[in-house]
Nanobody
C-alpha cells in the first residue's frame, strides 16, 4: 500500500502565492512520475503539472510561467509552487504518483496512487 498526503492548500487573494506539498509513503520501490491535477466544481479533473524522477517537467498551458513543480526523490515528495494566482485556479488539487510498489508475493506491483486532495481558493 502506498499513501499520498497533500498539504498547503488554503485561501489566498488573487495575485498571491501558495505552495503545495505531497509526500508518498508505504511500500515504494520507485516513483517514475509525480504530478498535480486539479478539479474545479462541475468540471473534470485536469493535468496541472508533472515531473519525472529525472526532473523533466510538463505543464498545462494555463499555468506555464506561474506554477513550478519540483520533487525530492529521496523523500518521495513533490511540490507545486503557485504564484500569481487567479480566481480560475480555484479547485481541489490532487497529487498523483506512478511507478512500482513492493509486493511481498510477486516482488513488484504497479503503483498508480492519488492523494485525498487539498482545496485551493483564490478570491478576486
Amino acid at each position: 500500500q502506498v499513501q499520498l498526503v497533500e498539504s498547503g492548500g488554503g485561501l489566498v487573494q488573487a495575485g498571491g502565492s501558495l505552495r503545495l506539498s505531497c509526500a508518498a509513503s508505504g511500500s515504494i520501490f520507485s516513483i517514475n512520475i509525480m504530478g498535480w491535477y486539479r478539479q474545479a466544481p462541475g468540471k473534470q479533473r485536469d493535468l496541472v503539472a508533472t515531473i519525472t524522477s529525472g526532473g523533466i517537467t510538463n505543464y498545462a498551458d494555463s499555468v506555464k510561467g506561474r506554477f513550478t513543480i519540483s520533487r525530492d526523490n529521496a523523500k518521495n515528495t513533490v511540490y507545486l509552487q503557485m504564484n500569481s494566482l487567479k480566481p480560475e485556479d480555484t479547485a481541489v488539487y490532487y497529487c498523483h504518483a506512478e511507478g512500482y510498489g513492493i509486493d511481498s508475493v510477486t516482488g513488484y506491483n504497479v503503483l498508480d496512487a492519488w492523494g485525498q486532495g487539498t482545496l485551493v481558493t483564490v478570491s478576486s
